[in-house]
């Protein structure tokens, strides 16, 4: 009689929505100083619980290949090293609580990073894991969900395509100094899928601003997104520039918060959703700007709430604001990227 149980090395394909939100994000164990990065993204979300569903899809991290090595070896010639998958990925794995900073990347940055990833597959004592979505069309798959097979589950037919890596690439991932830690590396992972910060300190003891929990392979807490980079050129549109940096602040803003986190993280996503809108040079006129703001206001966004309800509820109350109610300050950085309305006599009756 044979059993039914998948067997213990098999991952089953995982769903999202359609066109789920992709992230990466430089992590460190709260209670170590070992940093890596994870990749996951957005999955569905709970209107009931107003709670958020994240799927991770990789998590690797560099260490030294033999782990007996002295630390003199470490500050002066360097150890060989390699990159693995970490735990905190794993079913039925524990509880891990981590420092983070995660960043909004598109499907495509995506793509090149689990390239990348198959092109130092060599180089690793294990293969590297991950979650990506497969290359040909699947008639099981539900129209309105977005189907991801696991690394281990496909042939290498199945799976992207390698991308090609220089000498120096190499020597990154492959090589542990004192001038290239496992943080070195996790940043250089973020600059190879196209994202930088220049608030990333290279110390592997480096602040991470957010707190992330995870259980068994999930992650159980709400996770701040920063918004991705302006796309828009700002010698050619400053005045759009200036307010994507405006706004892009003030999701960054609430991404520090240490008030009311699970009310920031949804303010922080709406917010997102209003400048993705506006990231674009097609956008930057003075009258889409503001029918896509006016548009987003009265939409009902993911958490279940109109947007512009969702930012005006305050994070923090005060005995004051009972008889003289303010804006939030959410509200005051919408309002604040209206652009004016034209006077009254060149409006078209």
Known sequence: MHSSRPAANT??????????TYFIAACRYRHG???FVMVGCEGD???????HHYQILSAVGKIAKDQHSSACKLLSSGLTATLI??????????FYDLHYQAYEISYTQYQQYIALLEAIQ?????PLRYYFVPNFYDEQAPA???KFMHSSATTPAQKPNKLAITPDIKNQHTTLAASNTCRHTSLALLKQAG???PSLSTSWLGKLTN???VANGKIKSPLFIRPASITVEKHQHPEHYQLLNKLRGGIIALANSRYSIELAVHKANALRDLYNKLNSSDNSNQAAVRDIIEDWKHKTGPSGIVNAQLIEERRRSYCLSLFNPKQSTSTKLVASLLPPLPPANSRIA
């Open 45 to 51: 979300y709970s209107n009931i619980h107003r709670q």
């Open 33 to 35: 100083a070992h940093n």
């Open 122 to 126: 060599g180089e690793s004592t294990k």
């Open 144 to 146: 309105d969900q977005t």
């Open 195 to 197: 994202v930088t910060d």
């Open 211 to 213: 707190r992330m929990f």
């Open 85 to 94: 998958n970490e735990s905190v990925s794993k079913e039925k794995n524990g």
């Open 11 to 20: 991952y089953e394909p995982i769903y999202t929505r359609a066109q789920p």
